[in-house]
């Protein structure tokens, strides 16, 4: 499985944007690009998910660099809500290991009032 | 609409002790996972369930880990002659096998073997 390099952790300000990278060096064509977060004491939950083009939901922004080789989750306005950890995964749309997904450690957000 | 539910929410047991773990899937979703969370640590996969298919057991630890899923519904997680180093949280998500197959997270239940 491509896997991903995340740093450890990141510090953003109340009602600033946040940039949050992830390299993914090996990834495939078939690769999608998933971001999920956890709060503290919580499960993950979704947050966005891409392939080539960049996309957009409520939550956040996904843009995608154009050798797909790395990405960056993008919050706007970062709220003291946000303060999670956030995993980069990528998800393999065909093949037998499709099901799992590979988590590493993640970037633990950490937001300041 | 309810989510993934899971109980207990914790659970303190003695070494040597047999635990069972419950998931309750969202309605409908045919796909259900088991991950392991130690302290600090990104997610483990367990096991997988899909539909009438055989499951995926590959991320079970060892044999004294057993999952069974009945119904298609309700997942039940055994491990047997716990050990403390089983201590972690563990979490179950489903996903409806459509697309992207996004997976929801239940709570997950905090064991804790003295």
């Known amino acids: 499985d491509a896997k991903t390099t995340q740093p450890n952790s990141m510090e953003s300000n109340e009602e600033e944007p946040v940039h949050l990278p992830c390299n993914h060096s090996?990834?495939?064509?078939?690769?999608?690009i998933h971001w999920y977060r956890q709060l503290p004491s919580q499960g993950p939950e979704y947050v966005i998910h891409?392939?080539?083009?960049?996309v957009n939901n409520r939550m956040a922004s996904l843009a995608i660099a154009e050798d797909r080789k790395s990405s960056t989750l993008i919050l706007h306005r970062a709220t003291l809500r946000d303060a999670a950890v956030y995993y980069c995964?990528?998800?393999?749309?065909?093949?037998?290991?499709?099901?799992?997904?590979?988590w590493g450690l993640g970037t633990s957000l950490a937001v300041n009032p | 609409g309810a989510g993934v539910s899971q109980s207990p929410s914790n659970k303190v047991t003695e070494k040597g002790k047999d635990v069972e773990l419950r998931c309750d899937p969202i309605?409908?979703?045919?796909?259900l996972y088991w991950y392991r969370q130690s302290l600090g640590q990104g997610l483990e996969f367990l096991i997988y369930?899909?539909?009438?298919?055989?499951?995926?057991k590959s991320g079970l630890p060892s044999d004294r880990f057993s999952a069974e899923r009945t119904g298609g519904s309700v997942s039940t997680l055994t491990i047997q002659r716990t050990q403390q180093e089983d201590s972690a949280v563990y979490l179950c998500?489903?996903?409806?096998?459509?697309?992207?197959?996004?997976?929801?997270f239940g709570p997950g239940t905090r064991l804790l073997v003295l």
């Open positions: 998500a489903s996903s409806s096998h459509v697309g992207q197959e996004t997976q929801y």
């Open positions: 891409g392939l080539t083009s960049n």
């Open positions: 369930f899909q539909g009438n298919s055989a499951p995926d």
């Open positions: 090996t990834i495939s064509g078939t690769d999608y």
């Open positions: 995964i990528l998800r393999r749309l065909f093949g037998g290991n499709n099901r799992k997904l590979i």
């Open positions: 309605s409908g979703h045919t796909a």
